[in-house]
């Protein structure tokens, strides 16, 4: 089944919170060499939050995130018209900030799963959290620069 992951996968590799860290980079470090996706709203979030970052802490993230992105197979999708309708008539998403409704709908549409480290996502059909479990490491060259990215603590 496909998978899709919101921003708070990718900024939950850099969370303040440990358990919440090692959970979201456990989660990408297991689908190294799968193909996952991301909406480009989702992607532009993280972007969005990395850039309020003072310059000194961007250049430590970027070349993890760079090279992730060219590692990974992350499929970058746009919204479809069937995504928008049912985000904006779906009653059981009323509930939830447009962005949310968006990413959720879209998921229920394509008829796959969406991973989240969102709470206000925790209890929605095909909303799954990661698994917990011992913090996993990236290949070697990769995990440097995660390691270097960890500048940013969000």
């Avoid at 297991?30 to 909406?39: D, E, F, H, T, Y």
């Avoid at 990413?103 to 991973?115: K, R």
Wanted: charged share 25%.
């Amino acid at each position: 089944m496909r998978e899709y992951i919101d921003a708070s996968i990718f900024l939950g590799m850099h969370s303040k919170n440990e358990k919440i860290r090692i959970v979201c980079k456990n989660y990408i470090v297991r689908r190294l060499n799968n193909q996952i996706s991301m909406s480009l709203e989702q992607i532009g979030i993280c972007d969005n939050i990395i850039w309020q970052y003072p310059r000194e802490q961007q250049d430590a993230y970027y070349p993890f995130m760079d090279n992730l992105h060219t590692i990974m197979n992350i499929c970058r999708v746009s919204y479809t018209e069937k995504d928008i309708r049912e985000a904006i008539k779906n009653p059981q998403l009323q509930d939830l900030n447009i962005s949310d409704r968006l990413t959720v709908a879209m998921v229920w549409v394509q008829g796959a799963e969406l991973y989240s480290v969102n709470p206000l996502l925790k209890c929605r059909d095909s909303v799954h959290f990661p698994e917990a479990g011992k913090e996993l490491t990236f290949p070697l060259q990769l995990e440097k620069l995660y390691q270097q990215s960890l500048a940013v603590r969000i």
